[in-house]
């Protein structure tokens, strides 16, 4: 199957700026994922980037996409509390997505 | 508008039991998904429903069955419960729109198989 990476854990200061990186290896995926997850609930959507594509942004969230090196990332500006969660990275082929193992993000003031 | 709801919340069985894991969706999606998410391990696809009438294996699918009811409901079934799948299941559901396939993730049924 489709292997996609992420370093397992960010410890970030409140306000600054976190950024989150992915690795994937299907050359084909036409969509690429960001999820949050908060503490014993399911996985919401964040945003999302078409393949041809190189950067979207969305208030907070900016993701770039570097088709050649297959290296995603996801940069959330000013850092919250409400910002610690585990976030995950996940490429889109043939109906299905493959995630990655999820980064954990810790918030501290 | 419920979005994916997931039945039940929680549950423990003992080595050898049975159970099915309900999940249902109201956004006449056409594709359903379960996942089972481990610590470490992201979610992993155990199996999906590309449309009505149509099953299809993912990576994990082992130990399960699942059956899609109707374009509402994707069940999964677990026929002799193993301490290997105490874990977290989620189902999903997806169809194309503005953001591709998004799937849509219900709350998750965390399972301890003893």
Redesign the interface.
């Known amino acids: ?1 489709e292997d ?1 990476e992420q370093s ?1 854990f960010l410890s970030v200061r409140e306000g600054d700026s976190s950024v989150i990186n992915c690795t994937y290896t299907d050359s084909s995926s ?2 690429l ?1 960001w ?1 949050k997850q908060e503490p014993g ?5 964040l945003t ?1 980037i ?1 393949s041809n594509m190189d950067m979207k942004q969305d208030q907070r969230l900016t993701v770039l996409l570097n088709k050649k090196d297959k290296h995603l990332s996801l940069r959330i500006a000013d850092t919250q509390t409400g910002d610690s969660a585990i976030y ?1 990275c996940a490429d ?1 082929n043939d ?3 493959s ?4 980064t954990t993000v810790t918030v501290r003031a | 508008n419920a979005g994916v709801t997931q039945t039940p919340k929680f549950q423990v069985l003992k080595t050898g039991q049975s159970m099915t894991l309900q999940c249902a969706q109201d956004m006449n999606h056409n594709s359903m998904y379960w996942y089972r998410q481990d610590p470490g391990m992201g979610l992993r696809l155990i199996y999906y429903s590309a449309s009505e009438g149509t099953t299809d294996k993912g990576e994990v699918p082992n130990g399960y069955n699942v059956s899609r009811l109707n374009k509402r409901e994707f069940s999964l079934r677990l026929e002799s419960a193993a301490p290997s799948q105490t874990s977290v299941y989620f189902c999903a559901s997806s169809d194309f729109g503005t953001g591709g396939y998004e799937q849509y993730f219900g709350p998750g049924t965390r399972l301890t198989v003893t």
């Open positions: 199957g996609v397992l036409t969509y994922y999820y609930a399911g996985l919401q959507l999302y078409f995950f889109f109906y299905k997505l995630f990655g193992a999820g």
